[in-house]
């Protein structure tokens, strides 16, 4: 009994636990963030260098870069395994694994993130994005067939103008220049086009400071917090009351629109979701709330970085332009068949170079593998999060060539046409491939389409993007360029 006593009071004792008690917490924080056992023969991050990268809010692409595609091709690779929002998931860069992965839903269905990230809390967990078998069919069935009503090239065309208005108002610099805040502006076409398209909403955000607007894009500067992507479970240990009071807010001004669309149903998107009566008004919340930032943040990221490419590439500029005169010479309205992919070539290959060379998502929804498997000589466990790094297989120089160099030419026939066909995936692949690739692409062509008619334009000269393009940290893979300024011209 005395020994006990002794001992009951030595684990009590100020001084053990002033000894024993960082040893304890430095094994329990190795414990947590090791590579779990059977998971160590796959070429694996050094941790601290991811969560350095995060901490530091170093955007997807330069990581990707930086430490994914540099260990890869350091040991020849086409998988490496990556801390990622609180647990360790293998990124695939190989075009010929990735799809692999994307083609087989039975064996990898798409993985929730862990609860505690901001943003799946505000996307929930049933949506076309995340949701599983019988539940994603009926869901994307839904949706896809509501993308193949005609596509609103009119529409298009209207918020371009409305763009020319906000450019044309523009003051003018001492340099007698129209200097443009072009990725807000781009942000507000996309909510635009989002919003009628979609949501069936006229949020009017070029002509207008929507409170809605601004407060969506705080929301998403709280999701992108550096300290909670890199360790998401502080979001348990230190609650952000503000934060999860401003997304509360956004779910119920998107009930507050669903509402309102019940009783006024239109052509968009969420009027034919509406039509189902088994989706609870839960899963209508979730589906908008991921097809509003699916359909408004990529298309926002393109946009700003094809005119930055083509900013910078004055000669495929001109190229683009010759072929839009040509096709709608100078005062035809855009119209469904102009705007197709064969009558508009060249413009086509911006676009599709852009989504490759600046892919408007980094990487897709993580897997679970159901079963082991084998990913090229590797043995993947069950259970093991596994994701398709769209930017790494866009910028893996085993399959393309200069890879930072912007060149139409790649997706232009009769070039090297046998390359794209494959590893050009920035919609995924396989059956759960965006939806909307289609929609997207005609609304890009008309949009280029109507602004290389009208302007001219270049880089700033003291641009922070004249070295390279710049994009944001983002908590949700999305590659969106930040204060990208561009100097437009009124063609006479």
Known sequence: MDILTTFSASIQSPTIWLTFGPLALSYSLYRFLAVPSHLRHLPALPIFSVVWSYICQEPDDVRIKRLILSHAKKYSEGVVLVWMFGRWTVHVVDPKLAFQVTADVTNFPKDFPTWDLLLTRFIGRNNITMSNGDEWRKVSTIVRDAFTTPIPIDLFTSLAKNIFRVIDQTPLTDNKELKVEWSDLAQRFALDAVGYSVIGFSIDAISTESQFVKDYNMFMRYTADPLYLALPIFEKIIPRKHAFDLMEDLKKRLIDMLLAKRLDPGDDIMSFLLRDPSLTMEDLRNNMSILFIAGHDTTSGTI??????????????????????????????????????????????????????????????????????????????????????????????????????????????????????????????????????????????????????????????????ADGIKNACSPFALTLPYNLDIIFRKRV
């Not at 001109?318 to 072929?323: F, I, T």
């Not at 990487?363 to 069950?382: C, D, E, F, H, S």
């Not at 759960?432 to 008309?446: G, I």
């Open 304 to 465: 700003s970085s094809m005119v930055y490419y083509l900013a910078l590439n004055q000669a495929a500029q001109k190229s683009a332009r010759d072929e839009v005169v040509r096709v709608l010479g100078p005062s035809a309205s855009p119209s469904l068949s102009l705007m197709g992919p064969s009558s508009l070539p060249y413009v086509n290959a911006c676009i599709k170079e852009t989504l490759r060379a600046n892919s408007p998502t980094s990487y897709t929804v993580p897997r679970m593998t159901q079963k082991a498997t084998n990913l090229g000589k590797y043995y993947i466990p069950p259970n093991t999060a596994i994701l398709s790094n769209m930017y790494g297989v866009h910028h893996n120089e085993a399959v393309w060539s200069d890879t930072d160099v912007f060149r139409p030419e790649r997706f232009l026939k009769g070039e090297i046409e046998s390359q794209t066909k494959n590893s050009w995936i920035p919609f995924s692949t396989g059956p759960r491939q965006c939806p909307a690739q289609n929609f997207v692409m005609y609304e890009m062509r008309t949009l280029a389409s109507m602004l290389l008619r009208e302007y001219e334009w270049t880089l700033p000269v003291d641009s922070i993007h």
